[in-house]
């Protein structure tokens, strides 16, 4: 018996092996879920095909969240496999690489602001819309990740932070908007981890050396750790759990001083 035996879920956010969305898609698979996937371009679309096939899914649609027709079309692609969608992942982020170096307020431009918001906060609402008629009357569950600089100023984040702020409000609002249709709405805040979007950031080895030093667990998160937590929240464990922002970050977020 599995956490998530018979439910379906559609995972946005996999670019590759190392991505928090592959570990959350692997996690969800051994918990019994039916899996599909959307890629951001036909540039990963291979490697997406190849990862959805280890976890018995041939279900693959093109998604860029910046594009309404695509975000309407997954769905209308999706019914042709499903008659319904029980769990909707959002594991997606974006800033223009010059946003996220030097100070905020020197670096910060309008259309960077702007960039940062809309493919990193809107797209969760956008998706959300999309999917709901899918996902009514079935206790559904959608889920996003966000990061501790949505609450605190972190270093270089910058723009991003700000952008996470908004996703986080976002769960609230959208948990209240679908709480009377049964479907919850969630954010893991996971801490740093080795991905493609922590790729080339500058000072990201001292983050990652910070969180082992003085986290409570004196050590770094998985990209699997997230993955069960991931479940459980997907889960109808956690049908009392909505508008929440879960910390998976070994305690980091607890601590004052070392
Ligand atoms: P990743 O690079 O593997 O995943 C980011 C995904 O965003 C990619 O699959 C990419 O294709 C997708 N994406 C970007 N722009 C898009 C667009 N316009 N349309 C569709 N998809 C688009 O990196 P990750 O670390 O797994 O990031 C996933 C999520 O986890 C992000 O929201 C990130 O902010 C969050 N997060 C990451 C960390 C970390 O340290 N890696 C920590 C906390 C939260
Ligand atoms: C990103 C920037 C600065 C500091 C950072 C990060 N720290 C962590 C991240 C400390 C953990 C990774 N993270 C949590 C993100 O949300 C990353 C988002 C991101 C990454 C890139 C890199 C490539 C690019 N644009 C990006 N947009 C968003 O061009």
């Known amino acids: 018996m599995g956490l998530l035996d018979n439910k379906r879920a559609l995972i946005v956010g996999v670019a590759n092996n190392r991505s928090i969305a592959w570990g959350i898609a692997q996690a969800m698979h051994r918990e019994g879920a039916a899996l599909a996937f959307t890629y951001q371009n036909e540039k990963l679309r291979s490697r997406v095909e190849k990862l959805a096939a280890e976890v018995n899914s041939e279900i693959t649609v093109p998604c860029d969240v910046a594009d309404d027709r695509q975000i309407q079309s997954v769905f209308e692609h999706l019914r042709d496999y499903w008659d319904g969608l029980d769990i909707l992942v959002h594991s997606v982020a974006y800033a223009p690489k010059g946003q996220l170096e030097g100070e905020y307020l020197k670096n910060v431009t309008r259309e960077g602001f702007l960039m940062a918001h809309e493919i990193s906060s809107y797209s969760f609402a956008a ?6 008629t899918m996902m009514q009357g079935r206790h559904g569950a959608m889920l996003t990740l966000s990061y501790i600089g949505a609450v605190r ?7 991003m932070g700000v952008a996470k702020a908004s996703l986080e409000a976002n769960v609230r609002y959208m948990a209240a908007s679908l709480g009377p249709t049964g479907i919850r709405v969630n954010a893991i805040s996971a801490g740093p981890i080795r991905t493609l979007a922590a790729s080339g950031i500058t000072g990201m080895r001292d983050f990652l050396n910070h969180v ?20 459980f929240l997907c889960s109808d464990h956690a049908s009392a759990i909505t508008g929440e922002i879960t ?4 305690g980091f977020n607890a601590i004052g001083m070392a």
């Open 127 to 132: 998706l959300g819309d999309a999917a709901r």
């Open 153 to 159: 100023a972190m270093p270089n984040y910058n723009v």
């Open 212 to 231: 082992e030093r003085v986290s409570p667990l004196r050590r770094n998160v998985t990209i699997t750790e997230v993955g069960n937590v991931a479940s």
């Open 247 to 250: 910390y998976v970050d070994g």
